[in-house]
Nanobody
Framework: QVQVVESGGGLVQPGGSLRLSCVAS???????MNWYRQGPGKQREFVTS???????NYRDSVKGRFTISRDNAKNTVYLQMNSLKPEDTALYYC?????????WGQGTQVTVSS
């Protein structure tokens, strides 16, 4: 069983920055890693992904503000979030994807408010 654990959430003012981390056990270098989020009263939505080869993809609303990266030596994927907006407030989830199986973490809360 792959364990996925997110961290780094918190309360930040609009325009501020946060960096989320996600650690996954097992053969990390083979996983595609993804970030999703679920805002209050909303459905869970895709935010960004990074393949095992390092290719990335972003939802339009975060392009130019969020950056995903991975450190295979540390079994960790990062989500650098800049220029945060109140609409970025959500529970952020990380998942690991390999061979048709998806492993989710428990999420980390990000609140953007003055």
């Amino acid at each position: 069983q792959v364990q996925v654990v997110e961290s780094g959430g918190g309360l930040v003012q609009p325009g501020g920055s946060l960096r989320l981390s996600c650690v996954a056990s097992g053969s990390f270098n083979l996983y595609a890693m993804n970030w999703y989020r679920q805002g209050p009263g909303k459905q869970r939505e895709f935010v960004t992904s990074i393949t095992s080869g390092g290719s990335t993809n972003y939802r339009d609303s975060v392009k130019g503000r969020f950056t995903i990266s991975r450190d295979n030596a540390k079994n960790t994927v990062y989500l650098q979030m800049n220029s945060l907006k109140p609409e970025d407030t959500a529970l952020y989830y990380c998942n690991a994807f390999l061979s048709g199986r998806v492993y989710w973490g428990q999420g980390t809360q990000v609140t953007v408010s003055s």
